[in-house]
């Protein structure tokens, strides 16, 4: 028993908390009464005066550090030991906790990312997801995210005939798809509608393609074509269609090409305007003869600028804004003022700061520089945007564009995209390429549903084909002849934009048809239409 006199220094008081003699005992520290003035300089209790084998027993030391080891020790008490090999957990499913120096340390739990998406937490269960990085950024420049992985775009440049389409492919191929009874798909003469490489072609720089030819320049500076031959078009020497490409004679270092409908146009880095094919309206030189089955040289034309093509007419942008023009002039194609047969060189009357050029099938338009459109020749089904039928013999500006970065003429029809990437088509509707759902002519632009974010369009026959940044292809207006890109489905016309097959990434969109879609979903070889 374990008795305590605590004695005050100046009141000689003695307390008594246990008589040796009641049996009383003091189990711990805390059961001890001690009274004591704070002056009377009596030694208050230890727990090191406690019988360390009762010190511990009743004794909580957990101190709330998940980080520590607590214990009581005889003898001293609670002690805190530091140990950073133990667990601990701030409560979060997405943090990995572990002990450092002492206090619980939570690291952001790392979910897998690609280069398309960004691995995510779930912040209640835990679990990793991926969510879509915003655009292509990731993928750097002229790639796509497709699945996860970074691929290259379907198409850098594109451009349309009058019912089939090639594209130019990072790595420098050409692709085709859709009528190919001249060869004009560079394989054989089966209409397509799945893209496929243009056989023996090797590494190309630039592309054109004109009604059932196309012709493209190589990295070696030559000419190369393939499709219809028999007026010459391909300037090989011979009068045949051609399933492979075949090189143009005499010409080097190619700047720029045209193809028209049968005859084809390029200008060499030097300066030098060659031309080759048919030439009933001197679109290929000038003199009667009515064909040519290799290039020759235009002796009045120098340094004009890059050229482009109709079907029967040529135009050039001069550096100084000015468009010159030659060939068929018999509904004004070439914007001189008036209309008469043909022209050997032609300035479009009051055009000065021109951009771009497009040509169509009988009419012409101009991209201005600050951002405004105009149109010249026949007008008979609105082509020329200013909201009438009649023709016009020199430039009409185009009604409500004003902020257009890129134009196209074909055969009845034009379209243009604006700054933010939409299109807008005017001209001959009757197959759905102006995007028109009622399927009538449009004097006036009206936009294209669906297509966003594009940076070039191309107009051909009774079609139209627009792509994105990125590759992305979109085609609307008759399928005929597989011209929109979907496999193996045909159908008459839809004014809806299809997405070209393997052009798109799976994952966007959801059906949404204007005409029937057989079998297949979205975003594939036979299903491509995007909401």
């Given at each position: 028993?374990?008795?305590a006199?605590?004695?005050?220094?100046?009141?000689?008081?003695?307390?008594?908390?246990?008589?040796?003699d009641a049996?009383?005992?003091?189990?711990?520290?805390?059961?001890?009464?001690?009274?004591?003035?704070?002056?009377?300089?009596?030694?208050?209790?230890?727990?090191?005066?406690?019988a360390?084998?009762?010190?511990?027993?009743?004794?909580?030391?957990?101190?709330?550090?998940?980080?520590?080891?607590?214990?009581?020790?005889?003898?001293?008490?609670?002690?805190?030991?530091?140990?950073?090999?133990?667990?601990?957990?701030?409560?979060?499913?997405?943090t990995l906790?572990?002990?450092?120096?002492?206090?619980?340390?939570?690291?952001?739990?790392?979910?897998?990312s690609?280069?398309?998406?960004?691995?995510?937490?779930?912040?209640?269960?835990?679990?990793?997801?991926?969510?879509?990085?915003?655009?292509?950024?990731?993928?750097?420049?002229?790639?796509?995210?497709?699945?996860?992985?970074?691929?290259?775009?379907?198409?850098t440049?594109?451009?349309?005939?009058?019912?089939?389409?090639?594209?130019?492919?990072?790595?420098?191929?050409?692709?085709?798809?859709?009528?190919?009874?001249?060869?004009?798909?560079?394989?054989?003469?089966?209409?397509?509608?799945?893209?496929?490489?243009?056989?023996?072609?090797?590494?190309?720089?630039r592309?054109?393609?004109?009604n059932?030819?196309?012709?493209?320049?190589?990295?070696?500076g030559?000419?190369?074509?393939?499709?219809?031959?028999?007026?010459?078009?391909?300037?090989?020497?011979?009068?045949?269609?051609r399933?492979?490409?075949?090189?143009?004679?005499?010409?080097?270092?190619?700047?720029?090409?045209?193809?028209g409908?049968?005859?084809?146009?390029?200008?060499a880095?030097?300066?030098?305007?060659?031309?080759?094919?048919?030439?009933?309206?001197?679109?290929?030189?000038?003199?009667?003869t009515?064909?040519?089955n290799?290039?020759?040289?235009?002796?009045?034309?120098?340094?004009?600028g890059?050229?482009?093509?109709?079907w029967?007419?040529?135009c050039?942008?001069?550096?100084?804004?000015?468009?010159?023009?030659?060939?068929?002039?018999?509904?004004?194609?070439?914007?001189?003022?008036?209309?008469?047969?043909?022209a050997?060189?032609?300035?479009?009357?009051?055009?000065?700061?021109?951009?771009?050029v497009?040509?169509?099938?009988y009419?012409?338009?101009?991209?201005?520089k600050?951002?405004?459109?105009?149109?010249?020749?026949?007008?008979?089904?609105?082509?020329?945007?200013?909201?009438?039928?009649?023709?016009?013999?020199?430039?009409?500006?185009?009604?409500?564009?004003?902020?257009?970065?890129?134009?196209?003429?074909?055969?009845?029809?034009?379209?243009?995209?604006?700054?933010?990437?939409s299109?807008?088509?005017?001209?001959?509707?009757?197959?759905?390429?102006?995007?028109?759902?009622s399927?009538?002519?449009?004097?006036?632009?009206?936009k294209?549903?669906?297509?966003k974010?594009?940076?070039?369009?191309?107009?051909?026959?009774?079609?139209?084909?627009?792509?994105?940044?990125?590759?992305?292809?979109?085609?609307?207006g008759?399928?005929q002849?597989?011209?929109?890109?979907?496999?193996?489905?045909?159908?008459?016309?839809?004014?809806?934009?299809?997405?070209?097959?393997?052009?798109?990434?799976?994952?966007?969109?959801?059906?949404k048809?204007?005409?029937?879609?057989?079998?297949?979903?979205?975003?594939?070889?036979?299903?491509n239409?995007?909401?």
């Open positions: 028993d374990l008795v006199d605590t004695t005050a220094a100046d009141a000689g008081t003695t307390v008594d908390t246990a008589a040796a049996g009383t005992t003091v189990d711990a520290a805390a059961d001890i009464a001690v009274d004591a003035a704070p002056d009377s300089g009596t030694d208050t209790l230890a727990a090191a005066d406690i360390p084998a009762k010190l511990c027993e009743k004794l909580s030391c957990d101190d709330g550090n998940p980080c520590t080891d607590d214990a009581c020790l005889p003898a001293v008490g609670c002690t805190a030991t530091t140990n950073d090999a133990l667990p601990c957990s701030d409560g979060d499913p997405c906790n572990m002990c450092a120096l002492g206090t619980c340390a939570a690291t952001p739990k790392t979910c897998p690609d280069a398309c998406a960004t691995g995510v937490c779930d912040s209640k269960s835990g679990a990793c997801a991926k969510q879509a990085k915003a655009g292509n950024a990731p993928c750097g420049d002229a790639q796509r995210c497709d699945a996860g992985v970074c691929k290259k775009p379907f198409a440049a594109l451009d349309a005939g009058s019912r089939h389409n090639c594209v130019l492919r990072a790595g420098g191929t050409v692709w085709c798809w859709g009528r190919g009874s001249s060869g004009q798909l560079g394989r054989n003469t089966t209409d397509v509608g799945l893209a496929a490489a243009v056989v023996g072609l090797g590494s190309v720089r592309l054109s393609v004109g059932n030819h196309a012709c493209a320049a190589t990295a070696a030559t000419l190369a074509c393939w499709g219809q031959g028999n007026y010459g078009a391909l300037g090989d020497g011979a009068k045949v269609n399933l492979k490409p075949v090189v143009a004679k005499g010409l080097v270092d190619v700047a720029s090409i045209g193809t409908a049968i005859h084809t146009c390029a200008s880095h030097d300066g030098a305007v060659l031309c080759t094919g048919r030439n009933q309206f001197r679109q290929v030189a000038v003199g009667p009515t064909q040519f290799v290039p020759v040289a235009h002796p009045d034309f120098v340094h004009l890059s050229i482009t093509s109709g029967h007419t040529n050039a942008v001069h550096q100084s804004g000015r468009v010159l023009c030659w060939g068929r002039n018999a509904d004004g194609e070439t914007g001189r003022g008036y209309a008469a047969g043909y050997y060189r032609a300035w479009v009357k009051g055009l000065t700061d021109a951009v771009t497009a040509l169509g099938g009419h012409g338009c101009a991209l201005r600050a951002g405004g459109v105009v149109c010249w020749g026949r007008g008979s089904s609105g082509q020329l945007g200013y909201g009438g039928t009649g023709a016009r013999h020199s430039p009409v500006a185009v009604s409500a564009i004003n902020n257009a970065i890129a134009v196209s003429a074909g055969a009845y029809h034009t379209c243009a995209v604006l700054k933010g990437g299109v807008h088509c005017w001209g001959l509707g009757k197959h759905g390429q102006t995007g028109l759902k399927y009538k002519s449009a004097l006036k632009p009206v294209v549903q669906v297509v974010g594009a940076v070039a369009v191309h107009a051909g026959l009774e079609h139209t084909c627009a792509h994105d940044a990125v590759g992305r292809t979109w085609c609307w008759s399928n002849y597989l011209q929109l890109g979907i496999a193996k489905k045909k159908w008459s016309s839809t004014h809806y934009p299809q997405a070209v097959a393997g052009s798109a990434p799976a994952q966007l969109g959801s059906c048809f204007d005409k029937d879609c057989v079998g297949g979903a979205c975003w594939t070889s036979t299903c239409a995007p909401t």
